[in-house]
T-cell receptor
Framework: RKEVEQDPGPFNVPEGATVAFNCTYSNSASQSFFWYRQDCRKEPKLLMSVYSSGNEDGRFTAQLNRASQYISLLIRDSKLSDSATYLCVVKSDSNYQLIWGAGTKLIIKP | SQTIHQWPATLVQPVGSPLSLECTVEGTSNPNLYWYRQAAGRGLQLLFYSVGIGQISSEVPQNLSASRPQDRQFILSSKKLLLSDSGFYLC?????????FGPGTRLLVL
């Protein structure tokens, strides 16, 4: 089993819709969780950290479910500019290494 | 503000040729630096990290090596490239829990 798993997609979603995707992780001792966004042929950029209590940043909501070992990302009122690959990242119990998912590709259509 | 530079942006090399990719960081001192590789459709794979000048930790045994000759310079090298070395190479530095990436080098080995 991979340490961090994501549905590769693509998710084809009409503009204005709400879309959600999950990421599962295998190490129950994982400490920190993040969502990064990667545009085509570009470097990843931090979208948001995921806190135990869940957190929201504008149209984006991230949630953590420790019991089931997954994190989720919800995007409301999706925009064309949201089209990208969303990478789930989990920090292992060692203090330096981040484990990266392969990403979920999202395509927002007009 | 901190900036991270990588060059070249794109590289096409024959099998068996040497490689040298350079990464430099501006606006910070003594950063933790990382080299990642992203194969098509895959997550980021950590290759090397460095916590200071001359200090290199290797995560994946392979025909690549890294060096940190100066505080803000990180170099990825190979004496003889393999076809499997093709990929998107990303240099990153870390601030708190967040990693910031350079623009990357897309390497194609033919």
């Amino acid at each position: 089993r991979k340490e961090v798993e994501q549905d590769p997609g693509p998710f084809n979603v009409p503009e204005g819709a709400t879309v959600a995707f999950n990421c599962t992780y295998s190490n129950s001792a994982s400490q920190s969780f993040f969502w990064y966004r990667q545009d085509c042929r570009k470097e990843p950029k931090l979208l948001m950290s995921v806190y135990s209590s869940g957190n929201e940043d504008g149209r984006f909501t991230a949630q953590l479910n420790r019991a089931s070992q997954y994190i989720s990302l919800l995007i409301r009122d999706s925009k064309l500019s949201d089209s990208a690959t969303y990478l789930c990242v989990v920090k292992s119990d060692s203090n330096y290494q981040l484990i990266w998912g392969a990403g979920t590709k999202l395509i927002i259509k007009p | 503000s901190q900036t991270i530079h990588q060059w070249p942006a794109t590289l096409v090399q024959p099998v068996g040729s040497p490689l040298s990719l350079e990464c430099t960081v501006e606006g910070t001192s003594n950063p933790n630096l990382y080299w990642y590789r992203q194969a098509a459709g895959r997550g980021l794979q950590l290759l090397f990290y460095s916590v200071g000048i001359g200090q290199i930790s290797s995560e994946v045994p392979q025909n690549l090596s890294a060096s940190r000759p100066q505080d803000r310079q990180f170099i990825l090298s190979s004496k003889k490239l393999l076809l499997s070395d093709s990929g998107f190479y990303l240099c990153a530095w870390k601030l708190a829990e967040t990693q910031y990436f350079g623009p990357g080098t897309r390497l194609l080995v033919l």
